[in-house]
């Protein structure tokens, strides 16, 4: 299928730096009381995940290093292992909560690779269902994406939290 990898292109949406100087990733990391407004869904020791709010398609998280790093091959050990173990986690979530039936799961390494955010690696879970539509479109108003992702994150966050 032409459109198995296009998901990450919508990265381009998700810029870089904000105001305060970090990336996106690094201001919702740094900012723990902003978690539920920030779709935050899980802190582990290296790694933290949230929900893409420039869905793919519903349900679209992310799991990111705490590291402010670009460099896959400099990840740790620690970092690798969890940063899948998380997305396990949000698999399961997705399957038992939403009845996800597939996924595309990657990394966009690189601006020429589809990366908007070149210098903090993430790994990206996309759930896909049977007959799925891209989501945007479909949802092109902010207000209808905006409460989407409200009771998604409510759904998820109970397996997440399961784990602690
Ligand atoms: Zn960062």
């Keep these: 299928m032409q459109r198995l990898w296009a998901p990450w292109r919508i990265e381009y949406i998700t810029r870089g730096d904000l ?29 933290f995940a949230l929900l893409n709010t420039y869905p793919y ?11 402010h790093i670009g460099d896959f091959t400099a990840l740790k050990d620690e970092e690798l292992l969890e940063m899948m173990k998380i997305a396990q986690i949000g698999v399961e979530a997705l399957q038992k909560s939403m009845g996800a039936q597939g996924f595309n799961i990657g990394f966009n390494l690189g601006r020429v ?11 990206h879970i996309v759930p896909r269902w049977g007959g799925d539509t891209n989501f945007m479109p479909v949802l092109g108003d902010t207000k209808v994406l905006s409460e989407a992702l409200e009771r998604t994150y409510e759904r998820l966050l109970p ?6």
């Design 159 to 164: 397996y997440f939290k399961g784990i602690l």
């Design 113 to 123: 690779a589809g990366a908007g955010l070149v210098d903090h690696i993430h790994l």
């Design 19 to 47: 105001d305060s100087g970090k990336c996106f990733l690094c201001e919702k990391k740094d900012t723990p009381q902003k978690d539920e407004e920030n779709f935050v869904l899980y802190r582990g020791k290296t790694c």
């Design 57 to 67: 398609n519903n349900g679209h998280f992310m799991v990111a290093p705490y590291r």
